[in-house]
């Protein structure tokens, strides 16, 4: 069955640590998506990516970062710049960027708590 | 700045109808989704309009009124495994989608 698969489910780090949470597709989608889920406020879109080799900051970029080598691949770095990283992340897919009918295909999420 | 609001929590009973609220102020409109989201598990789509009117799809239905900046998710026959919260979205004039913060809805017995 097709989906994504996002991993680890839940994570724990250090202060002063970087951490990568791994997103992986095999719906054929060209955009991937990285959102930032905290209680009691919608989606955050972190970077987003139309095309293998290219990502674009969304809103709440500072402290992360992507990379994009691969079609099925869009894994995210919470670095140590990020002042607050305790949050649910969540990969999402899609099969174009910029359409009004762009349905995104989520995964399970990954839990990241900073101690 | 750009807006959408839905009430933070609904409260229905088992079998019976229930009706969330999305209300929203956005650069532009290029059509508005729903999601389920179980707790601690992925958003799954359920609807999308982008043309005013009432759009059914099984239990669900949702309805879009653009003049009004205003959708409704009509959820009908009421289970169990309803609970869960609804997210409401928006896709601007940039193709960017404007989230809300999710309706927790509790069903009851």
């Known amino acids: 069955d097709g989906g994504i698969t996002q991993s680890p489910k839940y994570l724990f780090r250090k202060e002063g640590q970087n951490v990568t949470l791994s997103c992986e597709q095999n719906l054929n989608h060209d955009a991937m998506y990285w959102y930032r889920q905290d209680p009691g406020q919608g989606l955050r879109l972190i970077y987003y990516s139309q095309i293998v080799n290219d990502f674009q900051k969304g809103d709440i970029a500072e402290g992360y970062s992507v990379s994009r080598e691969k079609k099925e691949s869009f894994p995210l770095t919470v670095t140590s710049a990020q002042k607050n990283p305790t949050a649910f992340y969540l990969c999402a897919s899609s099969i174009a960027g910029t359409s009004g009918a762009n349905v995104l295909t989520f995964g399970a999420g990954s839990r990241l708590t900073v101690l | ?109």
């Open chain 2, 1 to 109: 700045g750009q807006n959408i609001d839905q009430p933070t929590e609904m409260t229905a009973t088992e079998g019976a109808i229930v009706q969330i609220n999305c209300t929203y102020q956005t650069s532009g409109f290029n059509g508005l989704f729903w999601y389920q989201q179980h707790a601690g598990e992925a958003p799954t789509f359920l609807s999308y309009n982008v043309l005013d009117g009432l759009e059914e799809k099984g239990r669900f239905s949702s309805f879009l009124s653009r003049s009004k900046g205003y959708s409704y998710l009509l959820l009908k026959e009421l289970q169990m495994k309803d609970s869960a919260s609804y997210l409401c979205a928006v896709m601007d004039s940039n193709y960017q989608l404007i989230w809300g913060a999710g309706t927790k809805l509790i069903i009851k017995p």
